[in-house]
């Protein structure tokens, strides 16, 4: 079965710098979320879609921006990259009368 | 908000033997309880959810119960195979059909099962 599909898997990046996570949501999911997992520590919401609109808003800097587009994939923005940062990005998937959650591979960013 | 909590923070089993992870959360609100498997550089895999109408679930190896009393719910492995080494998640949501961005996460449990 399709799963969720991250690009890139692994990203590293000076500090303020900017860099661009992309998702790609399980086929007829309308849902995509984005998470942020420090090391050692459980992930952490950070912004969510709905049908290609904003829906909530978790623990994301203003330095980040994300949006989904008509095919439904998602693109995390992260400008002035801050040491901290460097973690696991996860997006997750779902239909909205469905409320289970899958998770991509995740995308490892560091900021040197 | 909700806060979840997750015991212990590293279990280690024999091959065959048990497993047990036990998870609180404080909001009785919450209603949708998945449980989350991650391997390492990889992405949480849900291996067994459960809802608050319901109060066991099993599947296979695997069994879930929830006490809503006690705002409560365990995750039960059953005869651990090496491969079951990862670290497990808890999470709690007040939405259970848009559970994502409710989700609050327990900490974690590393399992380590020797062969």
């Known amino acids: 079965a399709a799963g969720v599909i991250q690009s890139p898997r692994h990203l590293i990046k000076e500090k303020r710098e900017t860099a661009t996570l992309k998702c790609y949501p399980i086929?007829?999911?309308?849902?995509v979320y984005w998470y942020q997992q420090g090391p050692g520590q459980d992930p952490q919401f950070l912004i969510s879609?709905?049908?290609?609109?904003?829906?909530d808003k978790g623990s994301i800097p203003d330095r980040f921006s994300a949006q989904q587009f008509s095919d439904y994939h998602s693109e995390l923005n992260m400008s002035s990259l801050e040491l901290g940062d460097s973690a696991l990005y996860f997006c997750?998937?779902?239909?909205?009368?469905?409320?289970?959650?899958?998770f991509g591979e995740g995308s490892r960013l560091t900021v040197l | 908000g909700e806060n979840v909590e997750q015991h212990p923070s590293t279990l280690s089993v024999q091959e065959g033997d048990s497993a047990v992870i036990k998870c609180t959360y404080s909001?009785?609100?919450?209603?949708?309880f998945p449980w989350y498997k991650q391997e390492l550089g990889k992405g949480p895999q849900l291996i067994i959810d459960i809802r608050s109408n319901v109060g066991e679930k099993k599947d296979q190896r695997i069994a879930v119960t929830l006490n809503k009393t006690a705002k409560h719910f365990s995750l039960h492995i059953t005869e651990t195979q090496p491969e079951d080494s990862a670290v497990y998640f808890c999470a709690a949501s007040m939405n259970l059909y848009n559970a994502g961005n409710m989700l609050t996460f327990g900490g974690g449990t590393r399992l380590m099962v020797k062969p």
């Open positions: 909001d009785s609100a919450s209603n949708y």
């Open positions: 997750a998937s779902t239909r909205q009368d469905s409320g289970e959650l899958f």
């Open positions: 086929p007829r999911h309308d849902t």
């Open positions: 879609f709905y049908e290609k609109m904003q829906s």
